[in-house]
Structures are given as structure tokens and as C-alpha cells.
């Protein structure tokens, strides 16, 4: 029996190591004196918790303990980018919808407005209403010429080639992503992209950023409808004009910015 084996079937000796590793992890992701001074008024609350006549056992802890902040915050890139997404594809109406390794929570909510298939090289296998999952990758998508009606790549190809997510390396990932992309959309049909934008620089093996120009170059074949932006500070600014758009990310804390971008192939 492996040790997991061991652990899993005696529901005690379970319990404390599942205590040990929730009690362990703040310290794996913060600095040791804001934990302990966190966990100090941890205690203190529990405490009081108990005498008010509440029961929680210490073997179910379950400590957050940086959860208690005035304001809520966001991912500015991820959030602003499924709104935006969600949003033209739920006016476009398509019939079916493809998205090509964005992130799961946007793909599972777009299922309750129009059928998806979602193509990822590490397949996203599901039971849901209106979802198919594919395992494919955006360098061979497995569609005809012409074929999609309406497609999204959300903060994607700007890691091909960089073998964050075990692709092969290859300098030309991004490039080879978006004609892939130009080559299955259809007569009419519509690209959703978004990708970091400002100084064109590869930061291996994370991403690479774009100037918007060499965004719009890489998919070739496919006519820019908008571009909105949002800013390294956070701002979603959309319908921008692409021709005066200048990112600046100094004194913002930020990389860069998040170009969004909406093609469309026009009919021959």
C-alpha cells in the first residue's frame, strides 16, 4: 500500500495531515511574520467564536487568513477579458462557439449562452450542458479551411513556443498560433484575442508582449472590427483607435497591458 493509500484509509491520521498542510500554507505563499501576526488574531477569534457558544474543532482549521481586506479585488486581465468576450459573443449569437485554451471558469460560463467547444492541449473533460472539449492544440486545430463561426483565445498565444505548458520551443509559436486561427475562421466569422501589449519583449518562459501593429500583421487574413484595452494600471478602455494607441507601463507596477481584439474574416 503507498503511503497516500495508508493515510487516505484511516480517517484520523487523514484528518491531521490534511490540518498540517492548511495550517502549513500561508507560509508557502506569504512572508513568515505577517502569517504569524495573522495567525495570532486567528486564535483570538476562534476563541471568541467558541465563547459565544459556537463548536469548531481545531482537527477542521481551515485558515484564511488574508481574506479580510477593505475592497475586493480582481485580475484585471482575466476579469475584464471574459466580460468582454462574453458579452460580443452572447450579442453575435453564433451557433456554436470555439475557444481555444482559454480559462475554464469564462469557457463554463459561455455554456449557458451558446454550445462550446473548448480545444486545449490538456483537454478539459466534462459533464455540461452545451460543452464538447477537444484535446488539440491551437498550432493544428482540428477544423477544415474556413470552418468557425466564432472563436476565442484569451491570454494564449502569447505563451506558445515558450514551453511553459510543455509545447515544443519555437520562436515563431505566436505567429504559427495566429495563422492557425486565421486559417479555421469562416466568411463572416469573428476572432476574439487577447494578448499583452506595450514594449515588444519575449520574457522566457512566461509570455511574449506585442506591439499592437504586430498583433494585427500576425493575423493576417482578418480585419480588425475593435480594439479595446486594458490599461497597466487596471482601466478597461474600449473602442480604441489602434493607430494612436501608446502603452505606458512605467510607474504602474504593471508589465504591461492587455490589447483586446476583435477580427472578423471578410466575405470573398
Not at 506591439?211 to 494600471?233: K, N, T
Request: aromatic letters at 10%.
Amino acid at each position: 500500500m503507498t503511503l497516500r493509500g495508508f493515510v487516505a484509509s484511516r480517517p484520523q491520521i487523514k484528518n491531521i495531515a490534511l490540518l498540517v498542510m492548511r495550517l502549513r500554507g500561508p507560509f508557502g505563499r506569504f512572508t513568515f511574520f505577517p502569517v504569524v501576526r495573522a495567525y495570532a488574531q486567528f486564535f483570538s477569534d476562534w476563541r471568541g467564536f467558541r465563547s459565544l457558544g459556537g463548536a469548531a474543532r481545531a482537527l477542521d482549521f481551515y485558515p484564511c487568513l488574508f481574506d479580510n481586506q477593505p475592497k475586493s479585488s480582481i485580475d484585471a486581465h482575466y476579469f475584464h477579458q471574459a466580460v468582454w468576450a462574453f458579452r460580443k459573443i452572447s450579442q453575435a449569437r453564433p451557433t456554436r462557439h470555439v475557444d481555444v485554451g482559454s480559462d475554464v471558469n469564462y469557457v463554463g460560463m459561455l455554456t449557458a449562452v451558446v454550445p462550446v467547444t473548448f480545444v486545449d492541449i490538456r483537454p478539459l473533460e466534462l459533464t455540461l450542458p452545451n460543452y464538447e472539449g477537444l484535446s488539440g492544440s491551437v498550432l493544428s486545430l482540428p477544423f477544415p479551411d474556413s470552418s468557425i463561426e466564432s472563436l476565442s483565445s484569451l491570454h494564449v498565444i502569447e505563451h506558445i513556443g515558450l514551453g511553459r505548458y510543455g509545447d515544443p520551443i519555437d520562436p515563431q509559436g505566436s505567429q504559427k498560433a495566429a495563422r492557425e486561427i486565421a486559417r479555421v475562421i469562416g466568411p463572416g466569422g469573428r476572432a476574439y484575442i487577447t494578448v499583452p501589449i506595450g514594449r515588444p519583449r519575449v520574457q522566457f518562459n512566461g509570455q511574449r508582449v506585442f506591439a499592437v501593429g504586430e498583433v494585427m500583421s500576425m493575423f493576417a487574413g482578418l480585419r480588425l472590427v475593435e480594439l479595446s484595452v486594458v490599461e497597466p494600471a487596471g482601466r478597461l478602455v474600449e473602442a480604441v483607435d489602434a493607430s494612436k494607441l501608446s502603452i505606458d507601463d512605467s510607474n504602474t507596477g504593471a508589465d504591461c497591458g492587455l490589447g483586446l481584439f476583435e477580427f472578423i474574416k471578410d466575405a470573398v
